[in-house]
């Protein structure tokens, strides 16, 4: 099917006038599902052409006027001789999804039930509706479902069910189609009610339980989210209810749909969790509840303005976590995990500006929704409010949204909001900040005596910015750790009240207001100065840096691993150790150091774990996070079976399903967990979560059968879902199974593109990262996968992620070569 470009979208925008959507869903069908489809719109000039997208299973009938319309083809309905105002209706058939795009259809293990939602995502709402798709033609839409009587069906504005098995809705403000949804099925509902907005959340039967457990929490959050915003953007909530729903195999954390927000199912969590877990999800209700304002009220334009929607909801998303709710310390986890995604997305080849210029069609957008326009812009955003601070900033936001609610807006509508708020001409800032692609590295040095800091910038974009920063150090007279802040911009800033500091003792971007690279001086002690920082946030930007290193192939490996084995102990803020724990386990060992040296590497991420456990308290976050880790390095099988028997367990720990499966599965890589053992596991479980990691221990096991099948499912199959892919893929590849799955590389690269017949730029996408052959980290995996790429015809978003996770391995093939 034809990706709508940017020309498209712009000649079309002008055209269509006054639009209106009505749709009738008809869910009663198990396979495939029809929707009657009316749009309603004017021109200015009567006589001029356009055309609709959707792309159905079967075109029922499709009437312009009344008359009979033909030629539809490629996705595309063609929309001749416009009279002034015109009436366009749709019959057609289409096909549940499995993979999360479009209408997806679940049916849950535990009980058989069925559950629908609908995820239209960038480009994929013509997978359920005929529609003008694309972001400014925003339109009321009305929608009727017939369905289930027993089910619940919800969708973005209020509803009644008018008779058993019909729903229907008001219609909504205007929206852009990206953004329309319903959700139907026997879903368990809970209700709240805070300053005169309904609040519900559901979650399908089977986790009913866990629904009312989490409600409390999820409640409170919603509130004490709600209240902030309206006091930092005065405008309260726009939409006249807050509803959330918890869905299964949902392929991205979560989706902003205005008055119903839909969220993956593993955010009701159903046993032990830790704090981090709790804060992600925490930041995760901030950042969509943001983005009622930010792309919900004002939407972007095009494409092009992606930041506009998630740089600004992930910063408002940490920001209000951090002041509203109890996870007070939530920059501390951006800086430890999505800002390090940010650093490694701004890195390489692929990269863009946070605001590029110009991106040609929606295939190409896709492939935006990255650590750049998440992560980076974010962290921009926080250093534009550290430099015009908040009164500036939130005087500016408020003029923007009522200037532009319920319409569309671009960068230049923004910077001219905030110019005209700060008295600050942004331009400038905005072309280093949001125009140009890579990071700036920051370092101390001294200069003619004085205490300086030198910046430095890729040959390839050497843009240097300016930097607001907090610069610490410790006070040689008081032993106390002091701290300013100031303006570094150019190749080179004095700062002469540092004068006589020691550097081995001094931190740049102290509190991480700025998106940079930090380096230390050569004897820099890092885990004396780990112990010299009160702030987890502060020690965050230490672990960031280092590891930052690790990946530039500044420092071995193993330098960072043994910094984890000596220092993590003594860090207090478990975001901060799950993160670390899963870069020195999961990419330092099992990629970055030579096969003969990940023994030694396992061992020291073991003795870690195991000094936090010897200290955390019983039951908590600490203790879970080391134990988790803990298991994914055990080397021998005995000391498992005893936990799955509940034996020489920690204090206070429990092994739940989540535990237990993290057991099963290095039973399953150490080749000690047989197929009738699996299969009686995933019966005693019975849920989709189930299924899923039985298909991940299967694929993990050191059997060529097993991985021949793995390998098949991968690279051929036509049926499972997104989850149970992802899961195959992540379990196929694993650093103690290299004589097993070394003959699979070439293959991978070889046989994969084929998929693009039947499988989504997206999902392709999925399987270029969970899919991608990481522990093979030779010059002969980088070879294959550049073949590949020189093919002609890949698509866009599969491309890139091959693209992507093969600058990882040339990463990875660096430092298993270092001396």
Request: glycine share 8%; aromatic share 10%.
């Amino acid at each position: 099917m034809a990706s709508l470009t940017y020309d498209e979208a712009k000649a079309r925008v002008g055209v269509v006038r006054d639009l209106s959507y009505e749709l009738d869903f008809d869910l009663t069908g198990t396979e495939s599902f029809r929707t009657t489809t009316v749009v309603r719109f004017g021109v200015d000039e009567p006589g001029v052409e356009t055309f609709l997208e959707l792309r159905p299973t079967r075109l029922i009938s499709a009437t312009l006027n009344g008359e009979p319309i033909d030629g539809y083809a490629d996705g595309r309905l063609p929309l001749t001789g416009l009279a002034a105002q015109n009436e366009v209706t749709v019959l057609a058939e289409y096909a549940y999804s499995h993979v999360g795009e479009g209408l997806h259809r679940f049916v849950d293990p535990a009980d058989g039930a069925a559950y629908v939602y609908a995820q239209p995502s960038i480009a994929e709402a013509p997978q359920f509706m005929a529609c003008f798709d694309q972001p400014d033609l925003k339109a009321p839409v009305t929608i009727r479902v017939t369905a289930d009587p027993a089910w619940v069906v919800r969708s973005n504005a209020t509803g009644v069910q008018s008779e058993p098995g019909r729903w229907e809705f008001e219609p909504t403000k205007p929206v852009a189609t990206y953004l329309i949804t319903i959700i139907a099925g026997p879903y368990a509902e809970v209700r709240d009610e805070h300053d005169g907005f309904p609040l519900a959340l559901y979650a399908r039967k089977s986790y009913a339980e866990a629904l009312a457990e989490n409600a409390t929490e999820l409640f409170e959050l919603t509130k004490q989210c709600l209240d902030r915003y309206h006091e930092l953007f005065g405008i309260r909530m726009p939409f006249g209810k807050y509803e959330q729903a918890f869905v299964p195999e949902f392929t991205w954390g979560a989706m902003e749909f205005p008055g119903l927000v839909v969220f993956r199912d593993e955010y009701i969590y159903r046993g032990p969790v830790t704090d981090t877990e709790r804060a992600r999800r925490a930041s995760i209700v901030a950042h969509e509840m943001a983005h009622m304002w930010f792309g919900d009220l004002v939407t972007m334009r095009w494409w092009d303005d992606t930041w506009l929607n998630e740089s600004f909801a992930t910063y408002m998303g940490y920001r209000v976590a951090a002041e509203a709710t109890r996870y007070t310390d939530s920059w501390a986890d951006f800086a430890s995990e999505r800002k390090i995604w940010g650093y490694g997305a701004d890195q390489r080849p692929s990269t863009h500006p946070v605001a590029p210029v110009f991106v040609a069609d929606t295939e190409s957008a896709f492939a935006n929704f990255d650590g750049i326009s998440y992560a980076k812009g974010c962290a921009a955003l926080r250093q534009l409010v550290a430099w015009l601070g908040d009164d500036a900033f939130f005087t500016g936001l408020r003029a923007h949204f009522d200037k532009h609610a319920w319409g569309n807006a671009t960068l230049d509508d923004l910077l001219a909001s905030l110019s005209a708020a700060s008295g600050r001409d942004l331009s400038g800032w905005a072309d280093k900040w949001l125009r140009s692609p890579q990071v700036n590295t920051l370092r101390p040095v001294v200069s003619e005596g004085s205490f300086a800091v030198a910046q430095t910038a890729p040959e390839a974009y050497p843009t240097v910015r300016p930097h607001r920063i907090g610069i610490s150090w410790t006070s040689p007279s008081s032993g106390l750790r002091e701290r300013l802040e100031t303006d570094v911009d150019g190749p080179l800033t004095e700062i002469p009240a540092l004068r006589g500091v020691a550097m081995e003792d001094v931190l740049l971007n102290d509190r991480d207001l700025t998106f940079a690279k930090v380096r230390f001086t050569p004897d820099t002690d890092l885990a004396r100065l780990l112990t010299r920082l009160d702030s987890p946030l502060d020690r965050a930007v230490v672990w960031g840096a280092v590891w930052d290193a690790v990946r530039d192939g500044e420092i071995p490996a193993m330098t960072f691993v043994d910094l984890v084995r000596t220092s993590l102990a003594g860090e207090t803020h478990v975001g901060v150790v799950e993160h670390m724990l899963g870069f020195a386990r999961g990419i330092a060992v099992n990629r970055f150091l030579p096969v003969a040296a990940q023994a030694a590497g396992h061992e020291a991420v073991n003795d870690a774990c195991e000094a936090i456990l010897a200290q955390a308290a019983p039951g908590g976050s600490l203790q879970l996070a080391a134990f988790r880790t803990l298991i994914s390095g055990i080397p021998t099988a005995e000391p498992i079976r005893a936990w799955l028997a509940g034996q020489d367990l920690p204090e206070g720990l429990i092994v739940d399903d989540e535990v237990r499966w993290t057991l099963l599965l290095r039973l399953a890589v150490l080749g000690d967990l047989g197929e009738a053992e699996l299969d009686a596991e995933q019966a005693r479980d019975g849920s989709a979560r189930g299924a899923v990691e039985a298909a991940r221990c299967r694929a993990a096991r050191p059997d060529a059968a097993a991985k021949a099948a793995a390998f098949e499912q991968l690279v051929r199959d036509r049926e499972l879902s997104n989850r149970m892919l992802e899961a195959i893929g992540q379990g196929f590849w694993r650093a103690e199974h290299a004589e097993l799955t070394d003959a699979y590389v070439e293959r991978y690269f070889a046989e994969l593109p084929a998929s693009q017949e039947w499988r989504s730029g997206y999902l392709l996408a999925h399987l270029g990262t969970a899919g991608y052959p990481v522990t093979a980290a030779y010059a002969s995996t980088v070879e294959a996968a550049e073949r590949m790429l020189a093919q002609p015809g890949l698509n866009t978003q599969f491309a890139r992620a091959i693209a992507d996770s093969t600058d990882d391995l040339r990463r990875a093939v660096r430092q298993r070569n270092l001396p």
